[in-house]
């Protein structure tokens, strides 16, 4: 079948953003939004139209919010968008992919400096990293609980026929594909370690 046959019932937008009514998405600009829009933000598919079925990366969403926040004068936002944009592309080129990962590791960075800010008797520094980490979180999936991810670990070692310890790897890539991004990888790390003792023994 055709592109244009195939991409017939796709609704056609004139750019990336649009709304099916035709008028202009506003981009999420403001802090909370980022995770939303990417999810619901339309793509154009290969054909030049757009495709409800198409996603947004992170990456993507990060460059437009940046922009938007340029266009709306928030330095900030701005300066905390550029270098989280850096780090994203930087892993892209590395041919790593892994925009969760690089998210998460951002994240940490500034929650850790914000605490020695803190410790160090400068609180308004500590604020300014505590601020790009609430920006950051916003992209990052709501993470699994105690219960999901000992859920999805039971389920993974079940699965694998896993015994111990020295089926960790098996054990943790297939609670990674299970997880979805929804767990720190250090974190799920260390349950799955802890179970597979607990097996063992």
């Known amino acids: 079948m055709s592109c244009a046959r195939s991409c017939r019932p796709t609704v056609f937008a004139a750019a990336w953003g649009e709304r099916l009514d035709g008028r202009r998405r506003t981009p999420a600009v403001a802090a909370g939004r980022g995770r939303d829009q990417a999810e619901n933000t339309l793509k154009p598919s290969p054909c030049g139209v ?37 780090e994203l592309q930087k892993d892209a080129k590395e041919g790593r992919g892994d925009e969760l990962a690089v998210l998460r590791r951002e994240r940490k960075r500034r929650l850790e400096a914000a605490a020695q800010f803190r410790d160090g008797g400068r609180p308004e520094l500590a604020e300014k990293e505590e601020s790009e980490a609430k920006i950051i979180e916003t992209y990052l999936p709501a993470e699994l609980d105690d219960a999901q991810l000992a859920e999805i670990i039971s389920a993974a070692i079940d699965e694998t026929g896993a015994s111990g310890p020295k089926d960790m790897g098996e054990v943790m890539k297939a609670v990674i594909a299970k997880s979805g991004g929804r767990a720190d990888g250090k974190r799920a790390s260390a349950d799955v370690r802890e179970a597979l003792r607990k097996l063992g023994a």
Do not use: I
Not at 66 to 81: C, N, Q
């Open 50 to 86: 757009v495709s409800l079925n198409e996603r947004m990366s992170v990456t993507e969403q990060v460059h437009n919010d940046m922009t938007s926040a340029m266009k709306a004068g928030e330095k900030g936002r701005v300066g905390a968008l550029r270098l989280v944009l850096s």
